[in-house]
């Protein structure tokens, strides 16, 4: 495949030249068009407009929202949910879901957490690790080799997961004292102002997944699957090796974001982050990336997860109860996608 | 998990009364035909070190009289349908008494008159059934009373200092919630919606959940000086935001589990009341004994403990130590 038959937007999505490309294999090319037709521009600037438009209301409205302290909260705020987010993008991009993710990190956290209350947090965190990329990784085989929907597999996990952390911890929480696990929640501070190492790999993740899916042969078919696996099969994509690829990458992330946690939060909790697979969706959703798959990027999410929090700090801030700033994420999440159906019926007709 | 509990001197004195009672009439009644029978004990999830605790002293309170116990507890939270299934079993077995921590207050009612019409005593612990009235008697922590002691000592705590609240609420259509909440508001003195009161969130009872509430609230309202939180693990997650906002605030709560009056005894937490799932258990089995014996048949809602923990005790307020509370609490 070569790089030059794409062209790149700056708004975290490839987009395949209409042209017919003349070069070997032609196949590829036209399936590959053909799937990219549903990529045409969901651009990054609806969920963007979005939060500039939040964050002017709240700005407006209240006399707390707009100072540097408070926006460096926001930043800190988002880290867990944009982080789970970022693999939770990928897996949306192939069409599938997880409900899983924020059991995997709980798991991988408690179990880093009773390592490391044993002495030895390096090895913790090692084993935290190889716990995210299992648990995410039998997601991909039970998708992959038994055809589930990933929509039942990934809550069979949620669900034994959610037990599993519980039952290893005997419901019991570990304070985390080593300066390594925690690092993440440090960071330059000026006053107020706390730039996190935490926010700081937030950005950085970002950018190289953002670079994996727009400038990588993988990040091609990733994309070219959630349009269309029979499609890309045609074309010679190994498409099952590749969704559990993007399940198993996943993984990665949300160990990265058990980091993010502790970093938070220096305590190893199973009863935390209950509804963090649902905030990951909605931020991968408003972000502006389609549930049907192939369509949005990792920029989008990024700014969906900013959405997300500064909602719930703006709201806060303006004094509104707490269930009213559900129903506004959920009017949102509903907006969202029904600007998704919407625009994605118009591409496919 | 909310975990719900006054160790006052009525408290105290109620288990000794009673197993005295139920001693004398073992005692008298040693060739009656119920001197031994089986209790059944209905807990929820045992992971939850609460409800582990509550059951455990079920079973040792029915072993003290030779009895046998069966137990069975609920899958997940909610779980009312594995203690209907449970409790059949119970009738099936024929069971005397069954103490019964009901996952759900309206689910559970059915079958509990089912097995109060075979005659077994049914009483609830750690929360009642709706109604009350559908088992014969439960022990259970006056979480309206816990939450006014915390109140009382906030108020006492910030003297003339005008009062600036933060509530940390759990969904306050959850019973316990709304009379923790409510309780720490009659104890402060103040209405639902007085001015005094800064702001309020909603948070999961988790410390993940209390933080970032607490985070957002302060950045609102910088002048907040006293926190009510739903539990500890809350408490824990606001102070983290406390403490990185760099104030000085009446931080309470309510459950007295050992990490809660830890973080008493650390300063993290200004108070906490604690309640006693060990007395739930004990009373409930001692209840049911001196009732299968021919005594009382046990009725009512029974406080089974609130005990205000703190470091910082103030006049009018009677309070216990961390240490005391170290020695008595429950869980982890």
């Known amino acids: 495949m070569q790089t030059s038959d794409r062209v790149r937007t700056d708004t975290g999505q490839a987009k395949i030249d209409a042209e017919p490309a003349g070069s070997p294999p032609a196949g590829l090319f036209a399936g590959l068009r053909r799937a990219a037709t549903g990529l045409f521009a969901y651009p990054v600037t609806g969920p963007l407009v979005a939060l500039i438009l939040i964050l002017i209301v709240f700005s407006v409205t209240t006399s707390t929202f707009l100072n540097a302290g408070n926006l460096s909260l926001i930043f800190q705020q988002s880290v867990v949910v944009g982080t789970l987010a970022l693999g939770q993008t990928l897996i949306i991009l192939v069409s599938g879901i997880d409900l899983a993710n924020g059991a995997i990190m709980v798991l991988g956290m408690v179990v880093a957490g009773s390592i490391a209350a044993n002495g030895d947090p390096m090895l913790g965190m090692l084993v935290g690790l190889a716990v995210c990329i299992v648990a995410a990784s039998i997601n991909g085989l039970i998708i992959t080799r038994f055809r589930l929907p990933p929509f039942i597999a990934t809550l069979g996990l949620f669900t034994i997961l959610t037990a599993a952390a519980r039952l290893y911890t005997q419901s019991r929480s570990y304070p985390i004292n080593s300066d390594f696990m925690t690092i993440l929640g440090e960071g330059p501070s000026f006053g107020l102002v706390t730039i996190t ?153 | 998990m909310l975990k719900i509990t006054s160790r006052t001197l009525r408290s105290m004195a109620m288990p000794a009364t009673l197993a005295l009672t139920a001693t004398m009439a073992l005692s008298a009644g040693a060739h009656a035909q119920d001197k031994t029978f089986l209790i059944g004990i209905v807990e929820q999830q045992l992971a939850n070190p609460f409800f582990a605790k509550l059951q455990q002293a079920g079973v040792d309170a029915a072993k003290k009289h030779g009895l046998e116990t069966m137990t069975a507890e609920s899958s997940v939270a909610g779980d009312s349908a594995t203690q209907v299934a449970a409790i059949e079993n119970m009738i099936n077995r024929g069971v005397k008494g069954i103490v019964l921590d009901p996952a759900n207050a309206s689910a559970l009612v059915k079958i509990v008159q089912k097995a109060r019409d075979a005659g077994i005593i049914v009483v609830t612990t750690n929360t009642s059934l709706e109604p009350a009235t559908a088992a014969d008697a439960s022990y259970e922590t006056d979480n309206l009373a816990a939450g006014e002691l915390i109140g009382k000592w906030a108020k006492a705590r910030l003297g003339s200092t005008p009062a600036r609240i933060a509530m940390l609420d759990y969904d306050l259509s959850d019973k316990t919630a709304k009379a923790r909440h409510d309780g720490f508001l009659n104890g402060f003195g103040i209405a639902e919606g007085a001015p005094e009161i800064a702001g309020t969130a909603l948070t999961q009872a988790n410390v993940e959940t209390g933080q970032s509430s607490m985070e957002n609230l302060l950045s609102a309202h910088p002048d907040i000086n006293a926190v009510y939180t739903i539990n500890e693990p809350a408490a824990q997650g606001a102070f983290l935001a406390i403490k990185r906002a760099k104030k000085d605030i009446a931080l309470t709560s309510i459950d007295g589990s050992c990490s809660g009056v830890r973080s008493v005894a650390d300063g993290t937490i200004g108070a906490t009341v604690m309640q006693f799932p060990t007395n739930m258990g004990t009373l409930a089995v001692e209840a049911i004994v001196t009732a299968v014996n021919g005594g009382a048949k046990p009725s009512g809602i029974n406080n089974s403990g609130t005990i205000l923990i703190t470091d910082n005790p103030v006049d009018g307020i009677e309070s216990k130590d961390s240490k005391w509370g170290l020695e008595n609490c429950w869980g982890e």
Do not use: E, H
């Not at chain 1, 670079?211 to 269309?228: D, E, H, K, P």
């Not at chain 1, 931020?283 to 997860?305: E, H, K, N, P, Y």
């Open chain 1, 197 to 349: 190492y935490g926010s700081m790999l937030w950005i950085a993740l970002t950018l190289v997944l953002a670079y994996a899916l727009n400038q990588t042969a993988w990040g091609v078919r990733v994309y070219a699957i959630g349009n269309s696996p029979a499609a890309a099969r045609l074309n010679g994509v190994n498409v099952n090796g590749v969704i559990f690829s993007v399940y198993a990458l996943a993984g990665v992330f949300y160990a990265f974001a058990g980091w993010q946690a502790l970093g938070r939060t220096p305590i190893a909790d199973p009863s935390g982050y209950q509804i963090a697979n649902l905030d990951s969706i909605t931020a991968v959703v408003i972000g502006g990336t389609s549930l049907f798959g192939g369509r949005g990027g990792v920029a989008g999410t990024f700014i969906g997860a900013l959405i997300v929090v500064v909602l719930k700090n703006g709201l806060t801030q303006a004094g509104i109860d707490s269930l009213y700033q559900q129903i506004a994420t959920g009017f949102l999440v509903i907006l969202a996608v029904g600007a998704d159906q919407y625009l994605g019926r118009g591409q496919r007709a």
